[in-house]
């Protein structure tokens, strides 16, 4: 068996899930509701976009889920996980953009690639 250097674009998507483990692992969990929503997500944006490699983020938490889990309890807030959140990345390493994305998938928060373009 031979060895090589990995590509640029196997780079990209492994930088890319670097960026997805370090955002969810750090932020799950967080004590969340409907108001401290939006300050939350921006923390998360401001956090991961300071990763090499990190173009852009997005963080989006569905404060109406929240408000719903939080009905359904008796605190005033709930813990953060991936049933809440939609999120949106953009790697660029060495010109090759990786395109990325968390939601809902069947109760999983699932984390996909969703596009590579080479030569950017």
Not at 59 to 74: K, P, S, Y
Not at 93 to 118: D, S
């Given at each position: 068996?031979?060895?090589?250097?990995?590509?640029?674009?196997?780079?990209?998507?492994?930088?890319?899930?670097?960026?997805?483990?370090?955002?969810?692992?750090?932020?799950?969990?967080?004590?969340?509701?409907?108001?401290?929503?939006?300050?939350?997500?921006?923390?998360?944006?401001?956090?991961?976009?300071?990763?090499?490699?990190?173009?852009?983020?997005?963080?989006?938490?569905?404060?109406?889920?929240?408000?719903?889990?939080?009905?359904?309890?008796?605190?005033?807030y709930t813990e953060l996980t991936g049933e809440f959140?939609?999120?949106?990345?953009?790697?660029?390493?060495?010109?090759?953009?990786?395109?990325?994305?968390?939601?809902?998938?069947?109760?999983?928060?699932?984390?996909?690639?969703?596009?590579?373009?080479?030569?950017?």
């Amino acid at each position: 068996m031979s060895e090589r250097t990995p590509a640029a674009t196997e780079n990209a998507c492994f930088e890319a899930g670097i960026k997805f483990g370090s955002l969810y692992h750090q932020f799950a969990g967080t004590p969340i509701s409907p108001d401290s929503a939006a300050s939350l997500a921006a923390a998360m944006e401001e956090a991961i976009e300071n990763q090499p490699h990190c173009e852009t983020v997005r963080v989006d938490i569905d404060t109406d889920r929240l408000a719903e889990e939080i009905a359904a309890g008796t605190a005033e807030y709930t813990e953060l996980t991936g049933e809440f959140m939609t999120v949106e990345m953009e790697i660029n390493y060495e010109g090759v953009i990786v395109t990325t994305a968390m939601h809902l998938e069947e109760g999983y928060p699932l984390m996909e690639v969703t596009g590579v373009t080479e030569g950017a």
